[in-house]
């Protein structure tokens, strides 16, 4: 079987092409990912399938030598960095430094670290709100990304996020996904062939499951193609809930989780207090790891390896300044006494609950604490419940006490209005204090409010006072001053308001959101108050409101007000005490190494708002958030099992860090060995290979195609070449269809055309904070790594200045005369392709026929590599015996790489026998727990049926875990591959 490796260039259909990626179907067979080479299919992306097509590779030991005859080399520089460029990284440690315009953090490195010592990478992410969790998923796809394992990417995100996920990303470490919302679906639609998968044109992907659900048709595309990566934000809400079968996201996911190699989830509220839904959130990672069939009997070790959960105040010393100390201003002065009116409405209340209690009149959650929560929102919320309960109740044409109350309680509220209530002039008068008036230099606010009856007439209320227009048109939200959002909006129109309020010389001064603003998204960049004009009565809805402004990155005090109104009926004045708490545990909870789920430990909002009415509310009981009585042992133990896997190894990885103890790897049984891993070596910095190499490229090529650079003390500006327009489809470049990983997103391109690149990571931080500041969350400076597409572009075109079969060969009077050094990338891969070792090596030939292997870079040291000059020599070997000797050293780079290999199986070798033990002792386990189950059911009933169905698929699980997991991970192919990338040769 033919040994194929990424930069190798191969001949196919009657043409030549560059191998930029191999993905493995199975064991056996392999797609090739290409780009053309020749005159004919130059920059052209193609598959192809090994078992297929006939596709002939250079045998290394045709490798005709060319003398370069650029000035000072740097044509054989140049192809020699760019084949160290398209080396995939395979050193057991992560590579953070560089990776992308930010400061990593001990926490964050310890997410790479857990993700790349797990062969194929599948985490979920549970650290607390605010903490960084997106840096956290770039970091994890960069390092994939240079080991060759997340081409191809898929981010499902709520709708919300899809815009700020999308450009965090691009901006902070030029990973580029093109959003698919409901109008990326439609402009892709009209491009393609209706039979075409959408899904299969860009390699990376962002979309909402939201998308998914609204448009049936797509979850089939989806599932059916294979990716290297699939990341999950939010991902408690795809746990399956209590009916994990009917629950479309579950399946969703649990599909996805099939047809993917790596898989990332997060979430800051992993579980609710069942140790079934949690543990089928880490079924999806590994379905081997939860050894219950019943996803109940577990414990820290068995998830330890695929969680990591950490708090603010686990991080805070490192974080340093990242976390700006908040401000709750005091419950005392935010506080009024309810109007005249408003007692008559809270007085009718009152005796409602009256009835409540003493049972004199039936009742629902709407007539027992529903209508009063509403409101302690607004007249118009409360009296809109009110209605709607009435009608209920005239439809059935019954008079009752309920029905007589509800119309007194109308006619009461009809007589108020939310401008002239208690809760707007106390907003109104914090409004004041804030200095927020509307006009553009006061501080951007958001205001939160529960309910959409109340945000509509908020709106118009806060227009009229302040003489502001409003709409409530959806595509008007993003340019108004006063804005709304909330769930029933289109994505795309959500997106575009969520966005305009970060940024900064939007006219957006205030934003009024429901809670679908209170999950995932950055609001900090441009807000530092939040207000909340009414008060839900959850912990974990408080804490994740709050969160979106006092998060990681947050320059100025979080300033947060909670208001409140009281009232004078006795039987209602002492909820005033439980208010008090709950903001209270908010804040304990703030400063702790706790969830806000473990005060009350029913994992779910809408539970909490039940239990707080029902326990506390009704029952007149003040102490309801300290003594919960909702703990049972199984919340309680899952909570403390969490606790103890997500955190159990902060201290030895420090360690480690510091440099106090070894990796915790295969690296150190290979450091024993003397075994280094030189994959990760560079012979030259980003900005000097971009620049020579863009210059080198004009030269070669047509300088007419190549616009010059632009350069200045910290940026380096391009024009791109049409070429590369084309590559990434920018919006100029007409109506083609881009296919691959190469596609920039649509809205990241400069208005210009032109990409600003810098290598300093606080010019691009500043570039993003000034993007937000004028115009949206899309940075007009990039930082130049080499994962950036334009480096990929530029390394790929580099390598093709030499033609198939040609390596180029110098001189240096720093090596012996006549001494010959050949320099190698030599690849182990396992039996399906995947990148096990690669080493950059020379082979150095003595008189006498000695030689010796030396790591690249060493070599290259010795031999003054970054002194040498062009003087103009030409060689003086024979070309019959120069060739004799590069068979030779074929020969020896493959043997090297064999020693290599075999150092690397007895390193691997106890780690896959102690993998296989424990998967072949978890399925004994699991499938007698199953067989016992079947033995007490009829043999064809329904549960029996679904029992043999789940042990089938398991047994199928097994069989391509040995069959395919461990050929494409562990197991070497028979024979290593080598290629030739430079000669130099001794002279006087």
């Not at 790349?116 to 979920?124: E, F, K």
């Not at 990591?308 to 300044?321: C, I, N, P, S």
């Not at 949206?776 to 075109?797: C, D, I, K």
Request: with cysteine; hydrophobic share 40%.
């Amino acid at each position: 079987m033919k040994n194929f490796t990424t930069g190798m260039r191969i001949l196919c259909r009657d043409a030549e092409w560059l191998i930029t990626g191999i993905k493995p179907l199975n064991y056996n067979e392999k797609v090739l990912h290409c780009v053309g080479t020749d005159e004919l299919t130059l920059g052209h992306e193609a598959f192809f399938l090994t078992r297929l097509e006939d596709i002939t590779p250079v045998d290394p030991r045709d490798t005709k030598p060319v003398a370069d005859d650029s000035g000072g080399y740097a044509k054989a520089r140049l192809f020699l960095e760019a084949q160290l460029r398209r080396m995939p990284l395979t050193d057991p440690s992560p590579h953070v430094e560089g990776m992308g315009a930010f400061k990593p953090m001990l926490y964050q490195t310890e997410a790479v670290q857990r993700a790349v010592m797990q062969l194929r990478p599948r985490l979920l992410l549970a650290d607390a709100v605010g903490l960084g969790k997106t840096i956290e998923v770039g970091m994890i796809l960069s390092e994939l990304i240079r080991r060759g394992q997340a081409d191809r990417i898929l981010v499902l995100a709520k709708k919300s996020m899809l815009t700020q996920f999308q450009a965090e990303l691009w901006n902070r470490f030029a990973i580029p996904l093109v959003r698919m919302d409901s109008r990326g679906l439609s402009r892709l639609q009209l491009k393609i062939p209706a039979s075409k998968n959408p899904f299969e044109v860009y390699h990376r992907i962002i979309i909402s499951i939201d998308t998914l659900k609204d448009i049936g048709r797509y979850s089939y595309f989806l599932e059916n193609i294979r990716w290297d990566v699939v990341v999950i934000d939010e991902a408690h809400n795809v746990a399956g809930g209590s009916s994990p079968e009917r629950h479309l996201s579950y399946r969703l996911a649990r599909r996805l989780s099939r047809r993917t190699n790596s898989m990332i989830l997060t979430t800051a509220t992993p579980h609710n207090g069942k140790r079934e839904t949690f543990g089928r959130l880490i079924s999806l990672l590994d379905p081997s790891a939860i050894p219950d069939p019943d996803l109940r009997e577990y414990d820290a070790e068995d998830i330890r390896p695929f969680f990591l959960m950490r708090f603010k105040e686990d991080v805070r010393e490192q974080a340093g300044d990242n976390f700006a100390v908040r401000q709750v201003i005091p419950l005392a002065e935010t506080t009024v006494n309810a109007g005249e009116k408003e007692e008559t409405a809270y007085r009718i209340l009152a005796r409602i609950r009256e009835k409540v209690l003493d049972k004199s009149m039936d009742s629902n959650v709407i007539i027992q604490w529903g209508m009063y929560k509403s409101f302690l929102s607004s007249p118009e919320a409360c009296k809109s419940t009110a209605q709607k309960r009435l009608n209920q109740l005239e439809k059935r044409e019954a008079s009752s006490a309920e029905a007589d109350k509800l119309g007194e309680l109308i006619n009461a509220l009809d007589l108020l209005k939310i401008d002239q209530s208690a809760r707007f002039l106390l907003l109104l008068k914090e409004l004041e204090k804030i200095g927020w008036n509307g006009l553009p230099d006061c501080p951007r606010i958001l205001l939160f409010t529960e309910s959409r009856v109340t945000q509509e007439h908020l709106c118009n209320a806060l227009a009229k006072h302040f003489k502001l227009q409003f709409k409530d048109r959806h595509e008007d939200q993003p340019g108004q001053v006063l804005a709304s959002i909330h769930g029933g909006m289109p994505d795309t129109a959500l997106a575009a308001t969520v966005e305009s309020f970060g940024t900064g010389t939007s006219p957006m001064r205030m934003m009024v959101a429901t809670d679908v603003a209170s999950e995932g998204v950055n609001l900090h960049h441009q807000c530092h108050h939040i207000i909340h004009y009414d008060l839900p009565w959850s912990i974990i809805t408080l804490i994740q409101r709050n969160g979106r402004i006092d998060r990681f990155g947050q320059k100025h005090s979080p300033v947060i007000r909670y208001l409140m109104v009281n009232t004078g009926q006795g039987l209602l004045k002492g909820d005033h005490a439980i208010f008090e708490r709950l903001v209270d545990k908010v804040e304990e909870i703030n400063r702790s190494t706790r969830t806000g789920e473990s005060v009350l430990r029913l994992y779910d909002p809408q539970k909490e708002e039940e239990y707080i009415a029902q326990q506390g509310i009704l029952k007149g009981n003040p102490d309801i958030l300290d003594k919960s009585d909702n703990q049972n042992k199984e919340s309680a133990d899952l909570e403390d099992m969490l606790i103890t896997a997500g955190r159990g190894n902060d201290d030895d990885f420090l360690a480690f860090l510091t440099g106090q103890t070894q990796a915790p790897s295969e690296q150190q049984i290979d450091n024993e060995d003397n075994v280094i891993d030189n994959s990760g070596i560079r012979l030259m910095n980003d900005t000097d290979f971009f620049d020579q190499g863009y210059k080198t490229l004009a030269q070669s090529l047509n300088p007419r195609d190549f616009p010059p650079l632009e350069k200045t003390q910290h940026l380096t500006v391009i024009d791109p070449p049409e070429e590369l327009k084309r590559r990434f489809g920018t919006p100029s470049a007409g109506g083609d269809v881009i296919f691959g990983a190469t596609a920039i997103p649509a809205e990241a391109w400069p208005e210009d055309g032109r990409l600003q690149f810098t290598v300093d990571p606080k010019r691009v931080d500043d570039a993003i904070d000034a993007a937000l500041s004028r115009k949206g969350q899309w940075s007009q400076e990039l930082l130049l790594t080499e994962q950036h597409p334009v480096m990929q572009w530029m390394t790929e075109r580099l390598v093709m200045l030499m033609k198939r079969g040609e390596v180029p060969l110098i001189l240096s009077p720093w090596l012996e005369h006549g001494r010959l050094m050949f320099c190698f990338i030599g690849q182990v891969s396992s039996l399906a392709g995947t990148p096990l070792i690669v080493d950059p090596h020379a082979v150095s030939f003595h008189k006498g026929g000695r030689y010796d292997i030396r790591p690249l870079k060493q070599a290259l040291a010795q031999v003054n590599f970054d002194r040498l000059s062009n003087t103009g020599q030409q060689s003086k070997m024979d070309t019959a015996l120069l060739n004799g000797f590069l068979a030779s050293a074929v020969e020896q780079s493959l043997e090297h790489m064999k020693l290599l290999q075999k150092k690397r199986q007895q390193t691997l070798a106890p780690l896959l026998e102690k993998e296989e033990l424990r998967l072949k002792k978890w399925f004994e386990s699991w499938a007698e727990r199953i067989d016992q189950q079947m033995k007490t059911l009829p043999p064809e009933g329904k549960k029996a049926v679904k029992l043999r169905t789940r042990r089938q698929e398991m047994e199928k699980y097994i069989r391509d875990r040995e069959e395919n997991w461990r050929k494409t991970h562990f197991e070497a192919a028979k024979d290593p591959s080598t290629r030739v990338v430079l000669i130099v040769e001794g002279i006087k």
